[in-house]
């Protein structure tokens, strides 16, 4: 079974671009959770899509946003790009939502740098 | 509130030696508690977790962790260090959904392995 994928790989924006990001989930899962993780502020949650319904959402300003298809692949989008949005943005998925000793399974992330 | 603390953010052991990777959480609840293993490059991958039962939990690769309710802490920890086990390494406990999402991540710990 194919794990979850990510792309692209790398990304090389500048500041006030927009970006997409794409992810497949394991096949039959139905969650995708979006993680940003940076050096100084490690692992923040971005937001939690389930049937295609935003289950939760980060601490992250507008700009940020995501949508989930009904194949249950993922896409966040990132408007007005920002200097500190540099980080790498990882995607994990789950078979169910907001269940606690649920296992996510994460992609290998995107890259992004804003130049 | 939810938070996990990992107690140094770099370990450097010897090849062979033993590993010990900290991490104390607070939760107002019977916590989830998780330990996740990221290699360069790549995603994260889960190494065990505890929900309920036994307190001594065995994952992959040879790791262990033991719940201790007591000092509230799931510290990590592995007999003989491998130089392969190189590697960031995140302490997370589950909660349910919210604006932290399923998951509070601790910062990591970046485990070197020296010959």
């Known amino acids: 079974k194919a794990g979850v994928t990510q792309t692209p790989r790398y990304l090389i924006k500048t500041r006030g671009q927009q970006v997409t990001l794409s992810c497949s989930p394991i096949s039959g899962h139905r969650s995708v959770s979006w993680y940003q993780q940076t050096p100084g502020q490690g692992l923040q949650f971005l937001f939690e899509y389930f049937s295609e319904t935003q289950r939760n959402k980060g601490n992250f300003p507008g700009r940020f946003s995501g949508r989930q298809f009904s194949n249950s692949r993922s896409e966040m989008n990132v408007s007005t790009l920002e200097l500190g949005d540099s980080a790498l943005y990882l995607c994990?998925?789950?078979?169910?939502?907001?269940?606690?000793?649920?296992?996510?399974?994460f992609g290998s992330g995107t890259q992004l740098s804003v130049l | 509130a939810q938070s996990v603390t990992q107690l140094g953010s770099h370990v450097s052991v010897s090849e062979g030696a033993l590993v010990l990777l900290r991490c104390n959480y607070s939760s107002s609840v019977p916590p989830y508690l998780f330990w996740y293993v990221q290699y360069p490059n790549q995603g994260l991958q889960l190494l065990l977790k505890?929900?309920?039962?036994?307190?001594l939990v065995k994952g992959i690769n040879g790791f262990e962790a033991e719940f201790k309710k007591s000092e509230t802490s799931f510290h990590l920890t592995k007999p003989s260090a491998h130089m392969s086990d190189a590697a960031e390494y995140f302490c997370?406990?589950?909660?349910?959904?919210?604006?932290?999402?399923?998951?509070?991540f601790g910062k990591g710990t970046k485990l070197s392995v020296k010959p």
């Open positions: 997370a406990v589950s909660v349910y959904g919210g604006s932290q999402g399923n998951l509070i």
């Open positions: 994990a998925s789950s078979l169910y939502a907001s269940v606690k000793n649920e296992k996510l399974f």
């Open positions: 505890y929900t309920t039962g036994a307190t």
